[in-house]
Structures are given as structure tokens and as C-alpha cells.
């Protein structure tokens, strides 16, 4: 088994789903090469999340803050040169913010997912693999280091008072629980409220706890307050209520979250809640729920031919379908559907 006691350093900013997805590999490279300093350059979200880690030291960099933040960042990190970094994001402001980590290995993506200059940044690549999800692709970057990523684990450091603040939201009565999270931070991914309130009000019918969870942003609000004005039964609104700490706790608390292609899609599938997954704009054999897909509603294919006019399996992998309306691809009866596949599954 490999064996080094040099730092590594791993760069990922964002967004929250992704940055879930690195949690398997920080674990495997602990498993693989303990004793190893590991350092993770992230966003100020992605650190309110994981803050916390056992065993990794985090450097925030605040993308508002450009290249005087770069430098700051340079200054923070500790003296030498770490023995590898692994550069897991392919965006030009992270690939000129690597070139401020001094490492000897810089280690990047191969060919076919490389954009915005990546290139340039680093001299080594992980192993070309189409098709896979990204997950697989985050957790190949262990493998130039000599080790494979052969099994998922989870750990989101999750503290004790977040799991409290979430028990303390409702008494559990029995009632199954359905969560919606209705909003991605791209509108074009999302589904609409009326169609929301229409899975709710089934949901509820056969006795189901229905709860809303998301963010602070307008538009969040917004579309739980119309979600919520369309819905006959009532619901519980938490939306803009937790922070990110309290986010995991929270959705391990429920049976099954309603979600398009967003962060609590994946933070909910680490923590062992099942996903009922909306997908028309992106492809959920690449970024659906890593570890159940059973639940989820993929319109990918008919948006592929609707807005590309060509089926999905002649699209350039990664591809996004994000055009106005191609959420209403899916319909009520689509996600009623699968949640009664869900229930047919699980006895309720």
C-alpha cells in the first residue's frame, strides 16, 4: 500500500453537491495513506457545510475576492511544496487559483473533461473514463497516487446540536415524511410550484408529513410561498430556516426528498435518505443520486431529442439540456409515479 507522510492538497470550490462528492475520496485517501496531511482549498459554502472533517485542514477562498484573495490564500498555505494536488475543478477562476498552490504533481482531469485553459495547470491527468458518474470521475484522483477507490463512505461531520435543532422541527408520529428541496441554483433545472403542490397534496392524501427545506434566496421563497398558496393540505415550511450544519440532519429526517438536480439531491443520498430526482435539463446517470436511482423521474432522453434533435446517447457526456421549459417535460403523473414506486418498495 502506498505510503507518504508529504501533504496533499485538494482544490474544489463548488458547488455543494460536488464537494459531497469529494467527502468518498477524502476518505479513501485517509484509509490508503493515513498520516498524510490533507489540506482542501473550498468555497465559503462548501466549508459552512463540511466544516468540521476529522483530519482535514480547509483554506477558504471567497471567489469575490479575485486575485488578492489568490495571493492571501498563497500565504495562508503552509511553507514548502505539497507532494500533489489534485485539481478537481475545471472552471478558469479555479484553474488560476491552482496555479497558486505550489505543488511537484498537479493533478487534473483528462482530456475529455478539460475546459477553460486546464491544460495549462497541471501535468498529470486521472484515467480517461466516459460515462461514468461524477462521483467515480472525483474519486479516480487517488489513482496516480497509487491507490483505488473501491467502496463510498460518507461522514459530513454532522455535530450533535444539528441533529437536535432538526428532531426539534416536528414529533415524530409515525407518518412517513416527504421533503421537497424545490429549487438548483439554476433555474432552468427546476419544476414548477403547481406541480410541486399536486405531488404534495398525493403525498399527504395517503398520510404522508410534507415538509419544504431550501435556502434564503428570493427565489426560493418565492416558489415555496406558490407551492404552499397551490396545496388543499397542509405543510410544514422550513425553507430558509437551517444552515448548512443543520441541512444534513434535517433531510436525514425525512423518508424521501423531492429535488431537481441540486445540493440537497446529494447531501440527502449521503446521508441515506432516498431521492425522488427530477431530471429533463441534466443526466442522472451522471449527477443523479449516486446511490439509489430507482426514484427518479429522467425526461433526459425526450429533452435531448425536443432541444438537440438527437437522442440522448449521441450527446457529448456531461451535456446540459437547460432551455426555458424543459422541466415540463415532466409531469405530475411522472413524479406521482415514482412515488409510488417508493411506497410499493417500502411497504407504505
Known amino acids: 500500500m502506498p505510503a507518504t507522510s508529504s501533504p496533499l492538497c485538494l ?5 455543494l453537491g460536488d464537494v459531497t462528492h469529494v467527502v468518498p475520496l477524502v476518505r479513501t485517501l485517509q484509509q490508503g495513506l493515513p498520516g498524510t496531511p490533507l489540506h482542501w482549498v473550498i468555497d465559503k459554502a462548501g466549508h459552512k457545510l463540511l466544516d468540521g472533517l476529522p483530519g482535514v485542514h480547509f483554506h477558504v477562498y471567497d471567489k469575490n475576492t479575485g486575485l488578492a484573495g489568490m495571493r492571501a490564500l498563497r500565504r495562508e498555505l503552509p511553507e514548502g511544496r505539497f507532494e500533489a494536488l489534485l485539481q478537481m ?23 475529455s ?16 473514463r466516459p460515462g461514468i458518474h461524477v462521483l467515480d470521475a472525483i474519486g479516480s484522483f487517488c489513482e496516480p497516487l497509487g491507490l483505488k477507490q473501491t467502496e463510498v463512505n460518507w461522514d459530513l461531520a454532522t455535530p450533535a446540536d444539528a441533529h437536535a435543532w432538526a428532531a426539534a422541527q416536528w414529533q415524530d408520529d409515525g407518518r412517513q415524511v416527504l421533503m421537497i428541496s424545490p429549487c438548483s441554483s439554476h433555474k432552468r ?5 403547481e406541480r410541486y403542490a399536486a405531488l404534495a397534496d398525493h403525498a399527504a392524501a395517503q398520510g404522508w408529513r410534507v415538509v419544504l427545506c431550501g435556502g434564503r434566496s428570493d427565489l426560493e421563497r418565492d416558489t415555496t410561498d406558490a407551492i404552499l398558496a397551490a ?7 422550513l425553507v430558509g430556516k437551517d444552515t448548512l450544519k ?8 425525512a423518508n424521501l426528498l423531492v429535488t431537481p438536480d441540486s445540493g440537497p439531491m446529494h447531501i440527502a443520498n449521503a446521508v441515506g435518505t432516498k431521492v425522488l430526482g427530477l431530471h429533463a435539463a441534466s ?3 451522471r449527477s443523479g443520486p449516486y446511490s439509489d436511482r430507482r426514484y427518479c423521474v429522467d425526461r433526459y432522453d425526450d429533452a435531448a431529442r425536443r432541444y438537440l434533435h438527437k437522442p440522448a ?14 422541466m415540463s417535460l415532466i409531469t405530475v403523473e411522472d413524479a406521482i409515479a415514482a412515488f409510488e414506486r417508493y411506497r410499493s418498495d417500502h411497504g407504505h
Open 11 to 15: 482544490l474544489r470550490l463548488s458547488a
Open 89 to 111: 475543478q475545471v472552471a478558469l477562476r479555479a484553474n488560476v487559483l491552482s496555479a497558486f498552490i505550489p505543488a511537484r504533481r498537479r493533478i487534473g482531469y483528462d482530456t
Open 113 to 128: 473533461r478539460s475546459k477553460d485553459l486546464h491544460g495549462l495547470f497541471i501535468n498529470e491527468r486521472i484515467p480517461d
Open 189 to 193: 433545472r427546476n419544476w414548477y410550484a
Open 231 to 237: 396545496m388543499q393540505h397542509p405543510a410544514l415550511d
Open 246 to 253: 443543520q441541512l444534513p440532519a434535517l433531510l436525514a429526517r
Open 283 to 285: 443526466n442522472p446517470a
Open 313 to 326: 446517447s449521441a450527446l457529448k457526456w456531461g451535456t446540459k439540456i437547460e432551455f426555458d421549459e424543459v
